[in-house]
């Protein structure tokens, strides 16, 4: 395992556990307990954990992992999904990308279908993310759309009054979010108050809106909402979804896509 993949291991298991000691750690990822000591260390000194007697912790009370250290968790799902998403897009028409790892799968998917491999332009594609516009940049057939703003570390997303502009001159046939959590009651949000308000104007500026969220994000809660569960049209999710949950989505009226 390369340093990177283990650095990106740790996090994720940080994130998930709160604290972490070596042994765990080395135990978790198959390394010596010399290596995990090293590896705390580090990252440490970006300000990433905070390092204690035998292990770590999480950096701080409220805790958000930048999207460089995300590792393909739940990779296979977010694949399918984004793949379902992509094909609900039509060639010719304008799609807003908010930032996450399921939306730049999306982009991704998006620039491989072979119907879209010319036009003028084949796709319009509005996102505030910095990746996805650089992913996509290279695709001349793409008609690439990037608001301004500023940068959120995090997630690579422009946020702010900038960003507002730009997304407040335009109209899109399809707004793609990706979200940390979606409920029925409570609908779509994002850990960042800006991000969400970002992603809420890109939502009102779209005809249909479409969530993609593998399983694990759904019936959950997060600090700072996007928009309610009757603004969606389309939930693209995996299959390990809970099935009542699936219900409950329907009945308030969104189409559900499972993969």
């Known amino acids: 395992m390369s340093r990177d993949a283990r650095w990106k291991a740790l996090l994720e298991l940080l994130v ?17 307990a010399a290596t995990i000591r090293r590896d705390f260390d580090r990252l440490a000194e970006q300000q990433m954990l905070v390092r204690t007697r035998g292990g770590a912790v999480v950096h701080g009370v409220s805790y958000e992992l930048p999207l460089r250290y995300k590792t393909a968790r ?14 609900l897009v039509a060639p010719g028409e304008a799609v807003g990308l908010t930032g ?5 799968e999306v982009a991704r ?7 879209l ?3 003028s332009p084949a796709l319009t594609v509005v996102t505030n993310a910095l990746n996805i516009a650089n992913e996509l940049a290279v695709r001349p057939q ?11 570390a995090q997630s690579y997303e422009l946020v702010g009054p900038l960003a507002d502009a730009v ?12 979200v940390v959590a979606f409920d029925v009651t409570h609908g779509a949000a994002a850990h960042d108050e800006a991000e969400a308000a970002i992603n809420r104007l890109l939502c009102e500026r779209a005809e249909r809106v479409v969530v993609a969220a593998d399983s694990s994000k759904l019936g959950q809660r997060a600090f700072a909402r996007i928009c309610a569960a009757e603004a969606v049209d389309t939930l693209v999710t995996d299959a390990a979804a809970d099935a009542a949950t699936v219900r409950r989505f329907e009945e308030a009226g969104l189409r559900v896509v499972t993969v």
């Open 74 to 87: 739940n990779a296979s799902e977010k694949q399918r999904i984004a793949k379902a998403v992509a094909d």
């Open 109 to 115: 998917a998006l620039a491989v279908r072979g119907d």
């Open 142 to 152: 793409f008609k690439i759309v990037l608001t301004g703003g500023v940068a959120r």
């Open 100 to 104: 996450g790892t399921t939306t730049t």
């Open 16 to 32: 998930e556990r709160g604290r972490l000691d070596v042994e765990e750690a080395a135990g978790e990822l198959g390394v010596s």
């Open 167 to 178: 997304l407040g001159q335009i109209t899109v046939d399809v707004a793609v979010l990706g």
């Open 117 to 119: 491999a010319s036009g």
